[in-house]
């Protein structure tokens, strides 16, 4: 597969809902309540990062059992990660920079890949490469919604997710952006909802999330 068809397939998943929960997951036992949760309200797009032991067998979980669920892997940093992602039946696989090895192995691989940049260089040598849509990490160190709106003028072609400091006290301030897809943010699965089962109380997070489309 192409990497503009890759792109396609990350634009359709970004576009799924205004934020894609950023999930660190112990204990892949809670991955289907905590998937089907989500999706109930309203966010299909699930990234799981490859922090924990349990990721992989959270993704095979929710790839099997979560209908509506779109589940891709987070903290990609080499060639193997994005192969055993695939294998466990990703759909999208996201990185916080853009080493050149992985971007040489994304070209290989069937995984539509989100990479990170944080500067206008790193965004323009992404670019070079193909990809249209990228991760802007970490996103209120780096910069904010400031930073990412003044790059929207000189890099038109380019839509980001930034990540990384986001909550719903400021995700407003980066969807509004007109070179701002969708965010990625990690209060949408608090540690301690996910120790105690608590997968209403995930859902009205995610309902409250997904509220947050720009109209």
Same mark, same amino acid.
């Not at 660190?24 to 797009?45: K, N, T």
């Not at 294998?87 to 916080?96: I, L, N, T």
């Not at 943010?185 to 105690?196: H, R, V």
């Given at each position: 597969?192409?990497?503009?068809?890759?792109?396609?397939?990350?634009?359709?998943?970004?576009?799924?809902?205004?934020?894609?929960?950023?999930?660190?997951?112990?204990?892949?036992?809670?991955?289907?309540?905590?998937?089907?949760?989500?999706?109930?309200?309203?966010?299909?797009?699930? $990234?799981?990062?490859? +922090?924990?032991?349990?990721?992989?067998? /959270? =993704?095979? @979980?929710?790839? *099997?059992?979560?209908? #509506? &669920?779109?589940?891709?892997?987070?903290?990609?940093?080499?060639?193997?990660?994005?192969?055993?992602?695939?294998?466990?039946?990703?759909?999208?696989?996201?990185?916080?920079?853009?080493?050149?090895?992985?971007?040489?192995?994304?070209?290989?691989?069937?995984?539509?890949?989100?990479?990170?940049?944080?500067?206008?260089?790193?965004?323009?040598?992404?670019? $070079?490469?193909?990809? +249209?849509?990228?991760?802007?990490?970490? /996103? =209120?160190? @780096?910069?904010? *919604?400031?930073?990412? #709106? &003044?790059?929207?003028?000189?890099?038109?072609?380019?839509?980001?997710?930034?990540?990384?400091?986001?909550?719903?006290?400021?995700?407003?301030?980066?969807?509004?952006?007109?070179?701002?897809?969708?965010?990625?943010?990690?209060?949408?699965?608090?540690?301690?909802?996910?120790?105690?089962?608590?997968?209403?109380?995930?859902?009205?997070?995610?309902?409250?999330?997904?509220?947050?489309?720009?109209?």
């Amino acid at each position: 597969m192409s990497t503009e068809a890759k792109q396609k397939l990350v634009e359709a998943t970004l576009r799924l809902a205004p934020v894609v929960p950023v999930v660190i997951i112990d204990d892949a036992a809670s991955a289907v309540g905590m998937a089907r949760a989500l999706v109930a309200g309203g966010i299909p797009a699930i $990234e799981i990062t490859l +922090r924990t032991a349990a990721a992989l067998d /959270a =993704v095979r @979980a929710i790839a *099997a059992e979560v209908e #509506g &669920a779109v589940v891709g892997v987070g903290t990609v940093l080499t060639a193997r990660d994005l192969e055993n992602a695939f294998k466990a039946g990703a759909k999208f696989a996201v990185s916080p920079g853009s080493a050149p090895r992985l971007l040489d192995a994304a070209d290989d691989s069937e995984l539509a890949l989100l990479p990170g940049a944080a500067t206008s260089s790193e965004a323009m040598n992404l670019l $070079e490469r193909g990809y +249209r849509f990228q991760k802007f990490f970490p /996103a =209120v160190p @780096a910069g904010g *919604a400031k930073l990412i #709106g &003044a790059w929207a003028s000189p890099l038109p072609q380019i839509r980001f997710c930034p990540t990384g400091g986001i909550s719903l006290a400021n995700a407003r301030d980066f969807l509004g952006l007109s070179n701002v897809v969708c965010v990625g943010g990690s209060w949408l699965t608090p540690a301690d909802m996910l120790k105690s089962g608590d997968f209403s109380g995930i859902e009205a997070l995610a309902r409250e999330a997904a509220g947050l489309a720009v109209r």
